[in-house]
């Protein structure tokens, strides 16, 4: 929404907005663009003199500014429904999509197209690390954005990406997540099926050939031409087998609309990353990553990147149990199982979870500064600190780095 926001301004509109919490770096940016941080759910001012109201899919039923919006019959529209009316209705749109490394794939994408003078605008789920920004708006025919699977608005339960109308479509991996909306990997592929059958013949698909899922879904029928991503074997300046598999996606994206894979190689050569995907954080006492790893699948390949990028370290984690799948027990299986590559873990959670106890694989800790100490009591068996957590953690850095 913050990123909606910035586009929304770049357009010419004065945008004010609500919610009951901000949190970094989204909040950062929406400092950046003067927009006021109205912590209420109740009607401000601004709400009640508007001339639409954008509803994230965050706010539900209940909600005061909601009602408000409702019963004075104010002109509404979900976030994806916005964009495809005012911002991507006369554009080429690359849209990406897929359970894991959507962030990290459309800012390679971005990366990519800039470096071969398309000068795209983007909407990212994060902060694209090379511009400090999670949305831009230029002339550019091109688009590239981030197709979120998860569903659109209180009263709209489609996936946002169809809202998007693709022209190339990324679909990296499917797996099962987001158990607060979905029962089962098959609800999910059918959203994903949704789209595809709205694509025409003159789009393209391109898709995983190795995962299992992704193929499964594209023999429910499919229209669009479909390109199997030639995965590459090494880049300069990309860490991990999953991030060489989001570059490969990128690459074949780019072929395209004809840029070739050494241009497209080059450009990623120079990729300096996203923020909290496997970032680099300054830190005098260790090396220390922030990751937005949350799903057992994402855990094993940020472990594993690291693992390959500092032979014999090692390695502590941080992780916290936040996301709704995590909190409801839907991974719990192959919650610990998905740690083998770190020495030492340390879970994190605030929240109620029934599933989440203390065992003999692991403690669960509820207040972050005992972790903290924890890992400053034997600091000299920490080499790499891997924070992973899919909520802000910007406090949790700063004891990191100020801890003595």
């Avoid at 970094?24 to 927009?35: E, F, H, K, V």
């Avoid at 511009?131 to 569903?151: H, P, Q, R």
């Avoid at 839907?330 to 199982?337: E, I, L, S, T, V």
């Avoid at 929240?351 to 403690?363: A, C, V």
Wanted: glycine fraction near 6%; aromatic fraction near 10%; charged fraction near 25%.
């Amino acid at each position: 929404m913050a990123g909606l926001a910035g586009l929304a301004i770049e357009k010419g509109h004065k945008v004010t907005g609500q919610d009951k919490a901000y949190y970094s770096p989204m909040s950062d940016q929406l400092t950046q663009l003067g927009i006021e941080e109205n912590i209420s759910e109740d009607p401000i001012e601004s709400l009640k003199n508007c001339d639409a109201v954008i509803i994230g899919n965050s706010q539900s039923r209940g909600n005061h500014s909601v009602e408000f919006t409702l019963s004075n019959d104010l002109n509404y529209f979900s976030g994806p429904e916005w964009l495809k009316e005012n911002i991507l209705k006369d554009k080429f749109v690359f849209v990406v999509s897929g359970t894991h490394g959507k962030t990290t794939t459309t800012s390679m994408l971005i990366k990519i197209l800039k470096d071969n003078n398309c000068n795209p605008s983007f909407l990212v789920g994060g902060i694209y690390k090379e511009e400090n920004l999670s949305y831009k708006y230029t002339n550019s025919k091109y688009f590239v954005i981030e197709g979120d699977e998860y569903d659109t608005a209180f009263f709209d339960k489609r996936s946002k990406f169809f809202h998007y109308k693709p022209d190339t479509l990324i679909i990296n991996n499917l797996e099962y997540d987001h158990s607060d909306i979905f029962e089962n990997l098959a609800q999910i592929q059918k959203q994903f099926h949704y789209l595809i059958r709205t694509m025409s013949g003159n789009t393209s698909i391109i898709y995983n050939k190795d995962d299992k899922n992704v193929f499964s879904l594209l023999s429910m029928g499919c229209w669009s031409k479909k390109i199997a991503s030639r995965k590459i074997s090494n880049i300069v300046n990309i860490i991990g087998n999953h991030n060489l598999q989001n570059a490969s996606s990128a690459v074949s994206a780019a072929k395209t609309i004809g840029i070739n894979e050494s241009n497209s190689i080059s450009a990623l050569e120079k990729f300096s990353g996203v923020k909290r995907r496997l970032e680099l954080i300054d830190n005098k006492n260790f090396i220390l990553y922030d990751d937005f790893a949350h799903h057992p699948t994402a855990i094993t390949a940020t472990l594993h990147a690291v693992k390959n990028k500092h032979p014999g370290k090692k390695i502590t984690t941080i992780f916290e149990v936040r996301s709704n799948s995590m909190i409801s027990g839907a991974h719990k299986d192959n919650f610990y199982p998905s740690f083998d590559l770190t020495d030492e873990l340390y879970v994190y959670c605030t929240k109620d979870s029934h599933w989440l106890k203390n065992s003999g694989d692991f403690l669960v800790y509820q207040d972050i500064s005992v972790i903290i100490d924890k890992i400053f009591s034997s600091i000299e068996n920490v080499d790499v600190v891997i924070l992973m957590s899919n909520g802000d953690t910007s406090h949790i850095i700063n004891k990191l780095n100020k801890h003595e």
